[in-house]
């Protein structure tokens, strides 16, 4: 291109547009970014109940994602059906829409119950339909966004498990889940939510210091490592170049882990 010709010349210096591949990642990078988080929400129809929604900009699973090995736009689902009195579990899967449709799945709409819909212009609800192939239920979902300030530097989604045993089965972990959205500010200061499964939403604040984050609210103390770049060999978190933080929680009771995944904002 002429352009490039001409400010090579007259800076003496090499200038190259980046690939279109390169361009498409940090275009994914940042949109994933923008999505993710803890949403909660409720769903009526032939049932009733509560869910909570995990939106990871990127997961390293090869489990999941077995020839990539990293997931972008994942989601994972946990709900619980006022009818039946019993708790269900979307396994995750990149089951978000980058483009302008603004779409969002969770679960799988071939083998059992999936919620689909779409989010809002700015990301803060989602609204849609579920179904449930094996009982041949539907019905309506709504759902809004847990903490997520678009000025934070570092926006954080997780996992958190009370109680955590090995020996947990699905059933027993979905009862145990609730989210975590946490965002971290320029002067390292820490707000967020927690969300339960059955909605009880709880404020926390705190502060990153030396690589930990220290965020408490109600009866919960939160003690966090934070690896922003994936990067730390001593994190104990997969070494995947995707940002993230792992640690524990003090509560009134049994206390418990968390997990999850961190991207830059800003």
Known sequence: MSIIADVNQADNRNV?????????????GTSSCLISG???????????????????????????FPEATIGTGVTTGYGYSNTDEFPFFFPSREG????????????????????????????????????????????TFTGERMAGDLSAVHRLSGLVVSDPDASDGPVALVLRASLIGLDVMSDNSV?????????????????????????????????????????????????????????????NSVGGAVIGTSCQLN
Do not use: C, M
């Not at 803890?38 to 489990?63: C, M, N, V």
């Not at 483009?99 to 990301?123: E, H, L």
């Open 16 to 28: 190259t547009f980046p690939s279109d591949e390169e361009t498409l990642e940090v275009i994914s």
């Open 38 to 64: 803890a949403f909660s929400g409720t769903f009526e129809g032939d049932d009733t109940g509560t869910y909570i929604l995990l939106i990871q900009h990127k997961l390293y699973s090869p489990e999941t």
């Open 96 to 139: 978000v829409s980058l483009s302008s449709d603004r779409a969002v799945i969770t679960g799988d709409v071939t083998t059992g119950g999936a919620f689909s819909g779409v989010f809002n212009k700015s990301y803060t609800s989602l609204s849609g339909t579920w179904t449930n192939s094996i009982t041949d239920d539907s019905g």
């Open 191 to 251: 707000k967020g939510t927690l969300i339960s499964l059955r909605g009880i939403e709880t404020a926390l604040s705190g502060a990153l210091s030396d690589g930990i984050i220290i965020a408490s609210g109600g009866e919960f103390t939160f003690s966090l490592f934070f690896d922003p770049d994936g990067a730390d060999p001593t994190s104990g978190l997969p070494q995947d170049s995707i940002g993230g933080f792992a640690g524990v929680f003090t509560d």
